[in-house]
């Protein structure tokens, strides 16, 4: 057989084993073993692209392209994605429930955890350690954020004004709304992306337009039967639609439940950040650990629903308009302010969190290892188990 009709063919053979049950278990392998963010990105390649050929790498590309304009976590956007090519709206729910399950059922056990042991003098050491990691590795992405998307000094500007602005105690939507107006007028997109072959349209935007009205058929039940739960969704729908990418969660998160809603101080809010480091999967399952603390399972689950709903909505109907969005150089323009401005807010974050570390030589020290650690491109989950280890022996 010649390599054109293998090609051919290859369509049909891969039809057959996209069930629901393989795209969920294919996500599911992916979210148990994929760790940091970015680097996940790899590890979700390799199994739907070059295990599965659920998708070829071009398309792969063109789908990680839209999901890093759009707002929400990427890589949960890009299995929903992949996932509704496959097989449409139960493909989408497959990949998406498939890839956060492993990171939900592992926070649910850290949350119990530490509800149950936060008050003995061990967790006292370890949560004391682990405030500082925190802060190592908010300072890291502060790094890694201006050095990827401010590079010149009209977006170190941008990055500037943000840190002053959350600082001040002005609000994200104001700030992110504003940085995305700016960023039409003031900053260069960069260098148009390369266009894939024609798009079949899969009725996506009906799905998206179905998701939302029982998503706000379900917010309708919540503010009914139970208020606080209904607040809680809100706001995570809103840190989900505010925040671009994992790191870009600490500034949004931070600013919804400790500084507006009050919910949780920020002790513990580092402690819960540090819970979403060692876990696999979409660091934005740090929103599990909130609701948890705040309304123990319930919480969890409305938290953790709602922290995708909105974004999943999002995805399902760019997916529709996928060649136009990623084509679109105003919608590129609001994107460069708007990460140039999270790089600012994450720095305004860091301030703040060091607030709350226990400061002395021990803490210097562990801070300057950790940053050692995560310069040397040691993997988050080696590092923060080493440093609560360190942490007993210093604290």
């Given at each position: 057989m010649d390599v054109s009709s293998a090609r051919a063919k290859a369509p049909d053979s891969m039809s057959k084993n996209n069930?629901?049950?393989?795209i969920f278990k294919s996500f599911f392998i992916v979210g148990a073993t994929a760790y940091g963010g970015p680097a996940m990105m790899p590890t979700m390649r390799r199994e739907v692209v070059d295990k599965r050929e659920f998708v070829s790498r071009e398309e792969f590309g063109l789908g990680l392209g839209l999901c890093q304009i759009i707002p929400g976590g990427t890589l949960m956007q890009l299995a929903a994605y992949i996932g509704l090519k496959l097989r449409g709206l139960r493909g989408a729910v497959a990949a998406y429930v498939g890839f956060s399950a492993p990171a939900f059922l592992l926070m649910m056990l850290l949350s119990t955890f530490y509800q149950g042991t936060r008050q003995t003098p061990t967790?006292?050491?370890?949560?004391?350690?682990?405030?500082?990691?925190?802060?190592?590795?908010?300072?890291?992405?502060?790094?890694?954020?201006?050095?990827?998307?401010?590079?010149?000094?009209?977006h170190q500007a941008f990055t500037a004004g943000a840190a002053a602005l959350f600082l001040s105690g002005t609000g994200i939507v104001l700030i992110v709304c504003a940085a995305a107006v700016l960023g039409l007028f003031c900053l260069d997109p960069g260098p148009d992306p390369e266009k894939g072959q024609e798009q079949t349209k899969t009725g996506a935007l009906g799905l998206a337009v179905g998701v939302a009205v029982v998503m706000?058929?379900?917010?309708?039940?919540?503010?009914?039967?139970?208020?606080?739960?209904?607040?809680l969704a809100v706001s995570m729908i809103k840190v989900d639609m505010l925040a671009f990418g994992g790191f870009g969660i600490y500034p949004v998160m931070y600013a919804e439940v400790v500084r507006h809603h009050h919910w949780i101080n920020e002790s513990t809010f580092v402690e819960g950040m540090a819970f979403a480091q060692v876990t696999p999967g979409p660091t934005m399952l740090g929103a599990a650990f909130m609701g948890y603390v705040m309304r123990g399972i319930a919480g969890a689950v409305t938290a953790a629903v709602s922290i995708f709903s909105g974004s999943f909505v999002v995805a399902l109907a760019a997916s529709h308009y996928r060649d136009r969005i990623t084509g679109s150089r105003p919608a590129r323009r609001a994107l460069a302010g708007v990460l140039a401005?999270?790089?600012?807010?994450?720095?305004?974050?860091?301030?703040?969190?060091?607030?709350?570390?226990?400061?002395?030589?021990q803490s210097g020290l562990l801070l300057l290892l950790t940053l050692a650690a995560l310069a040397k491109k040691i993997p988050v989950y080696w590092i923060v188990p080493a440093a609560a280890g360190l942490s007993l022996l210093l604290y």
């Open positions: 069930s629901i049950w393989v967790a006292q050491a370890i949560y004391a350690g682990l405030k500082v990691v925190v802060l190592a590795i908010c300072l890291m992405s502060c790094l890694d954020f201006v050095k990827r998307f401010a590079p010149t000094r009209r706000l058929a379900g917010l309708g039940l919540l503010f009914v039967f139970d208020r606080k739960l209904f607040q401005t999270l790089g600012g807010m994450i720095v305004a974050v860091s301030y703040s969190l060091a607030k709350v570390v226990p400061w002395g030589w």
